[in-house]
C-alpha cells in the first residue's frame, strides 16, 4: 500500500512556530481517527483522536481538525519545540479493530 | 496499568535462519494483538492480527508466521529468513472492541 512503499513526506519549522500536518482519507465510512508521534527508533505514541461526529478537538499544544466533506485530516501544533519532531501518523478506522494508517510526516524542529 | 513488552531489541541474523520475536501483553484481557513492519524511513506495514488465542488472520502473504498461544502473548516466526525481512517490526494491542493501539518498543531485525 501507498503508506508503506513511499518516502515519508518531510515538513520543517522553527522552533517556536505552529505545525500543521495533513492527512487524507479515502473511505468516508471512517468513523473514528487518530494521530500518532513516532520518535527515532521507538514505537508510535497516541497523540491524540477525533470521532466522525467531531470537526474540531483540542489537547495540550495540539489541535485535531475534520473535514469530512473532503476527508481531510490535519493536526495542528502550537508553539513547535525540538521535542516535536518525530514522524506523525494518521490513522482511520474503517473496520472494527484494524486501523488504516496514513503515509505518514517527518517533523524536523530547528532551533 | 498496561504494558507492552517486545524482545529482543535488536537482531542480526544470516539469511535462511530461523525467527521467533515476541510480544507481551500485561494488565489487560482478551486485547487485539497486532504485528506491524517498518521498513526504514516507510510507513507501517501490518502483517498479522489476532482478537483471540489461537486465533490468527494474515494482512500479508511472505514467508513469517505469527502465533497466539496465550492470551496476552504474540509470537512472529520464520522458518528461513530473507534479506527483504530486514526491518522495524512492532507489535501493538487494543482493547477488545475498542480501536485506539498502543505500541511497544519495536525489535530492529537486519538479515544479512
Known amino acids: 500500500g501507498e503508506s508503506v512503499g513511499l518516502h515519508l513526506p518531510t515538513l520543517s519549522v522553527q522552533e517556536g512556530d505552529n505545525s500543521i500536518i495533513n492527512c487524507a482519507y479515502s473511505n468516508s465510512a471512517s468513523d473514528y481517527f487518530i494521530w500518532y508521534k513516532q520518535e527515532s527508533g521507538k514505537g508510535p505514541q497516541f497523540i491524540i483522536d477525533i470521532r466522525s461526529n467531531m470537526d474540531k478537538r483540542q489537547g495540550q499544544r495540539v489541535t485535531v481538525l475534520l473535514n469530512k466533506t473532503v476527508k481531510h485530516l490535519s493536526l495542528q501544533i502550537a508553539a513547535t519545540q525540538p521535542g516535536d519532531s518525530a514522524v506523525y501518523f494518521c490513522?482511520?478506522?474503517?473496520?472494527?479493530?484494524?486501523?488504516?494508517f496514513g503515509r505518514g510526516t517527518s517533523l524536523i524542529v530547528h532551533p | 496499568s498496561q504494558t507492552i513488552h517486545q524482545w529482543p531489541a535488536t537482531l542480526v541474523q544470516p539469511v535462511g535462519s530461523p525467527l521467533s520475536l515476541e510480544c507481551t501483553v500485561e494488565?489487560?484481557?482478551?486485547?487485539?494483538l497486532y504485528w506491524y513492519r517498518q521498513a526504514a524511513g516507510r510507513g507501517l506495514q501490518l502483517l498479522f492480527y489476532?482478537?483471540?488465542?489461537?486465533?490468527i488472520s494474515s494482512e500479508v502473504p511472505q514467508n513469517l508466521s505469527a502465533s497466539r498461544p496465550q492470551d496476552r502473548q504474540f509470537i512472529l516466526s520464520s522458518k528461513k529468513l530473507l534479506l527483504s525481512d530486514s526491518g522495524f517490526y512492532l507489535c501493538?494491542?487494543?482493547?477488545?472492541?475498542?480501536?485506539?493501539?498502543?505500541f511497544g518498543p519495536g525489535t530492529r531485525l537486519t538479515v544479512l
Open positions: 494488565g489487560t484481557s482478551n486485547p487485539n
Open positions: 501493538a494491542w487494543s482493547p477488545s472492541g475498542g480501536t485506539e493501539q498502543f
Open positions: 490513522a482511520e478506522n474503517r473496520r472494527s479493530y484494524i486501523p488504516t
Open positions: 489476532s482478537v483471540g488465542i489461537g486465533q
